[in-house]
């Protein structure tokens, strides 16, 4: 241990300093006289220049220490030597990190509005947002930045001002720094963090055992809040917006704090080098390792930090205006509810509540483009936890798959389809974990196979996986398709407006454009109808059948006024119906042409023959005029009667066709016989055969 200088100021001999009294009398002031102490004991006085010279003789001063008077303690040699060696301090300029941060946020803004690419192309997007949010969220970026350098130089500020007292005088070199009462005692804190902000620990120390040991411990951190404010099941905004801030706050100050200790024990090395006339290489190594640390965090700061920061305020701040608004409504007499729009916060508390005040519902209606994963997660949560039916119209996409998968029963209507990728944030795309992921456990836990889970979650964001129908029934996505027809009508909102309405069957298909166009009371009757149906939300089923039912009769009256080749084209189509339905069910083939099942089984028809009768309705409706009457067709029928006859088809045959209300065992044979009925009139001449099937059709025969 070393001795107390101060043990012998009025007698040197009694101090063991190693040299007698008169040599202590040579004409030095007590105040200038510098002494040394190493493993030989205590040498001094010396002026500070033979000081410095005797100091560069030894090979290390790990174990060397000085002192003069006025000093508490001994001072370590090579804090000596880099103190004396430091310039004057300069004072500090307020508020220098905030405008030094403010003006790199404004610089990486311009120049993302100019690019508008690369790792800037987040800041603005000109063709999808309004000039005055993207001026809002290049703000919003450049006060971020500017933040986190005040926050940066406000805790530096606090970490290097000297603790003042009554009398201090402030110093005026870093030398005279070490000849206060105790250099060591002079800063406010004097634990861990500040020793090592201060540069006090060794070289090695700094950058191995600090370094390492607190990226674990921020690793541990950022586990332990990611834990505790990062939900599983749905989300409060500001929670994440304080999540993310916390977290690259963290990150940043511990960043900050590694650097400055590792730059000043590198520079206390370095002073130690040079003190002994040798360089210290691995010291300006750790430098120039640091300052790569530090650009490559403020790269990912930009990359990553920014846009993280940025959607969670907008999340917070602006309800969330990259997910559109959703709708949720009562269906078919408050059985059914519907979810329209986009999967963001709150949904699942409002569904919740509807949920309660209904108390009948069964079925959930999907039609959804996706939003945010936990509140699908918490929406998810709700239909399980009630045992509802999923049910999707026409598209559920990204997020809202994860709310179809808490269904009992998950029920795909025909040409509906599920999409299917990665989830994402700040422009990043999450990483699948392959075991606790939030996609994968409410995808496994609804019974999904785990190929398919491991195909839909390698699907990059950007890009959108849609599966067939038959896949998603193999690989246990969904339990069943149908049409349908036993569910509300659904995919419209709750908003659903006429106009809107006109448009979509104007876009369903050209025989509703024919229909507006040559029989416009007709059409407003039927947009008017489909409007009640949607608006108290019927089933679809019935809204689909008796609008067919009306459409069917309506262009079925118009018939005889058609061009002689669509009446031939739609004679050649009733046969192919008839022979169709009589392959496998002769009842339906009865019931169908005869009329007395209606249009109802107009569902089970080829998709081809459907086509072809729609195609043949817009026909027509386009062709259809007042036209003038056609000679007797008298003549027509006894020539058909005839060829028929000559075919074998008898007199007991002939009475079927008129016939009604058949028994069941003769619907084969009333089938086959009308059937070759339309054959024989269509193989005649055109004019012929119009002549017959105008007369037909117009109930005249």
């Not at 659904?490 to 454009?513: I, W």
Request: hydrophobic share 45%; glycine share 10%; proline share 4%.
């Amino acid at each position: 241990m070393l001795q107390n200088p101060r043990c012998g100021l009025g007698s040197f001999q009694r101090c063991n300093f190693g040299y007698d009294a008169p040599y202590l009398g040579l004409g030095r002031s007590m105040s200038a006289g510098w002494y040394i102490h190493d493993s030989r004991g205590q040498h001094g006085p010396f002026d500070e220049h033979e000081l410095h010279a005797r100091l560069k003789g030894y090979v290390e001063l790990a174990d060397i220490h000085v002192w003069r008077d006025g000093f508490e303690d001994w001072v370590p040699a090579a804090t000596f030597l880099q103190q004396s060696a430091a310039p004057a301090k300069l004072p500090r300029v307020k508020g220098k990190w905030t405008l030094y941060g403010l003006g790199v946020g404004v610089v990486l803004s311009l120049l993302g509005a100019v690019l508008g690419k690369g790792d800037l192309a987040y800041l603005v997007d000109w063709s999808a947002k309004s000039v005055g949010e993207n001026v809002a969220y290049m703000a919003l970026y450049a006060a971020t930045v500017a933040l986190l350098f005040f926050l940066i130089g406000l805790i530096a500020d606090i970490f290097s001002r000297p603790k003042k007292t009554k009398g201090d005088v402030v110093p005026h070199s870093a030398l005279d720094d070490l000849a206060s009462p105790d250099h060591r005692t002079k800063h406010r804190f004097n634990n861990f963090i500040a020793r090592n902000w201060r540069g006090e620990y060794p070289l090695w120390v700094s950058y191995w055992i600090v370094g390492v040991g607190s990226n674990v411990a921020v690793v541990a951190f950022m586990l332990m809040l990611t834990s505790l404010v990062w939900p599983q099941n749905g989300f409060w905004p500001f929670a994440n917006l304080a999540f993310f801030a916390a977290l690259w706050l963290l990150i940043s100050l511990a960043l900050v704090w590694q650097f400055v200790g590792v730059w000043r024990s590198a520079n206390v090395r370095i002073a130690e080098r040079a003190a002994l006339g040798k360089g210290a290489p691995w010291a300006g190594l750790a430098k120039f390792v640091m300052l790569i640390a530090v650009l490559q965090s403020v790269a990912a700061f930009v990359r990553v930090g920014v846009p993280q920061l940025s959607e969670s305020a907008r999340i917070a701040f602006m309800n969330d205006p990259d997910v559109p608004d959703y709708e949720i409504h009562l269906l078919n007499g408050g059985t059914e509810i519907e979810v329209i729009g986009g999967i963001k916060y709150g949904l699942a508390e409002e569904f919740k509540k509807i949920l309660k005040a209904s108390g009948q519902v069964r079925v959930v209606h999907l039609n959804s483009t996706g939003g945010r994963l936990a509140e699908g997660a918490a929406l998810n949560a709700v239909i399980k936890e009630n045992g509802l039916t999923t049910f999707v119209a026409t598209k559920c996409m990204s997020a809202c798959t994860l709310v179809f998968a808490g269904g009992k029963q998950r029920i795909l209507k025909k040409g509906a389809v599920l999409g299917f990728h990665r989830g994402a944030f700040g422009g990043e795309d999450q990483v699948d974990d392959h075991q606790g992921g939030l996609q994968r456990r409410i995808f496994r836990e609804a019974g999904f196979s785990s190929g398919f889970i491991d195909k839909a979650l390698s699907t990059p964001n950007k890009d959108i996986w849609t599966p067939p129908a038959s896949e998603l029934l193999a690989e246990g996505v969904i339990t069943s398709v149908n049409d349908g027809g036993g569910f509300a009508i659904s995919g419209f909102g709750a908003k659903v407006s006429r106009g809107g309405l006109d448009q979509t069957m104007q876009k369903a298909g050209a025989v509703y454009v024919a229909l507006k166009e040559r029989s416009p009371d007709f059409y407003n009757e039927l947009l008017d109808q489909l409007y009640t149906g949607i608006s108290k939300g019927e089933l679809e089923g019935n809204v689909i059948q008796v609008l067919r039912a009306k459409i069917f009769g309506h262009v079925r009256g118009l018939l005889p006024q058609a061009d002689d080749a669509v009446l031939i084209a739609f004679a050649n189509l009733a046969a192919d119906q008839y022979e169709m339905l009589g392959k496998s069910a002769p009842a339906a083939c009865y019931a169908y042409a005869s009329g007395e099942g209606g249009n109802s089984y107009a569902d089970t028809l080829s998709p081809d023959l459907i086509k072809r009768e729609l195609a043949l309705d817009e026909q027509i409706l386009k062709t259809a005029m007042t036209r003038p009457p056609d000679r007797d067709a008298t003549a027509t029928w006894k020539k058909i009667g005839a060829r028929l006859a000559a075919k074998g088809m008898s007199q007991e045959d002939f009475a079927l066709i008129s016939a009604t209300n058949l028994e069941p065992s003769k619907h084969a044979r009333y089938c086959d016989v009308i059937i070759r009925f339309y054959r024989e009139i269509t193989s005649l001449p055109t004019a012929e055969a119009a002549i017959a099937l105008r007369d037909l059709y117009a109930g005249k025969s």
